[in-house]
């Protein structure tokens, strides 16, 4: 599949995940839709900004590493699109249920940014194998 394709279809999509978000938050009531709204809100929110992290990192990173290859600079961006997407959704969650202090927001961000170090080294290390 080329990156064009990837591109497209990515847009596309998180396009039609922000339009379900915006239809679940606008046509629903969260005290009377039952867990079939939340879990759309949270979902359609989750693929949403997974989508549109993904396409923002890409273009940053072609704007300012351009000697890179296209493909790897998708497969970071992914990466870190899904960690952004996961803490910005994990911390809603512990929000609306009343679980969210600061402290966890922080240890929460830690554990993000610990695993994505870890996830670059092994991709590093696994490229060197080769």
């Known amino acids: 599949m080329s990156l064009r394709a990837i591109l497209w279809g ?3 999509s998180s396009t039609l ?3 379900a978000w915006a239809l679940t938050v606008s046509g629903t009531n969260p005290s009377q839709g039952g867990q079939a709204a939340i879990l759309s809100f949270y979902l359609s929110l989750f693929a949403g ?3 549109t992290a993904t396409l923002l990192g890409y273009l ?3 704007l300012f590493v351009g000697n890179e290859l ?3 600079l998708i497969r970071t961006s992914f990466r ?4 952004f997407a996961a803490l910005v959704t994990v911390l809603l969650l512990l929000q609306s249920l009343r679980l969210l202090s600061w402290w966890d927001a922080w240890l929460l961000a830690v554990v993000v940014v610990l695993l994505e170090l870890y996830l670059k080294s092994y991709g ?3 490229a060197q194998r080769l």
């Open 60 to 62: 940053a990173r072609r």
């Open 80 to 83: 870190q699109g899904f960690l």
């Open 124 to 126: 590093k290390a696994s």
């Open 70 to 72: 296209k493909y790897i």
């Open 10 to 12: 990515l847009g596309i």
């Open 49 to 51: 900004l997974f989508g």
């Open 17 to 19: 995940c922000w339009i």
